[in-house]
């Protein structure tokens, strides 16, 4: 199955549009460095709480590299889910110099 992908400068150009972004790595990478507005859910615990993931518009999945994001994104594409994968993660965003937030926050 083809999983879409956008890189770090597709990923900043539609933050301000509110798209939904899930964070599909550990909770200690998240708490560490992660993207405001991410919604974070673990890649083990994404087919229990697929219910928390819009059916309807495009949903953007990012992890550390592209990795876990990629292979959830399959398998959401796979539910009905329009999921795309951000190739270059977190740590791609945060090496050009993005925003972030740290530390943990209550509900991660």
Do not use: Y
């Amino acid at each position: 199955m083809d999983v879409p992908e956008i890189d770090i400068e597709e990923l900043e150009r539609r933050l301000p549009d509110g798209p939904v972004l899930v964070d599909v790595r550990e909770p200690d990478e998240w708490a560490d460095v992660r993207i405001a507005g991410a919604v974070h859910i673990p890649l083990a615990e994404v087919p229990d709480r697929l219910g928390e993931i819009p059916a309807a518009g495009p949903v953007l999945v990012i992890c550390a590299r592209g990795g876990r994001s990629f292979n959830a994104a399959r398998w959401l594409r796979a539910q009905g889910v329009d999921a795309i994968n951000v190739a270059g993660g977190t740590l791609g965003w945060l090496e050009a110099g993005k925003p972030v937030e740290r530390g943990a926050t209550a509900g991660s």
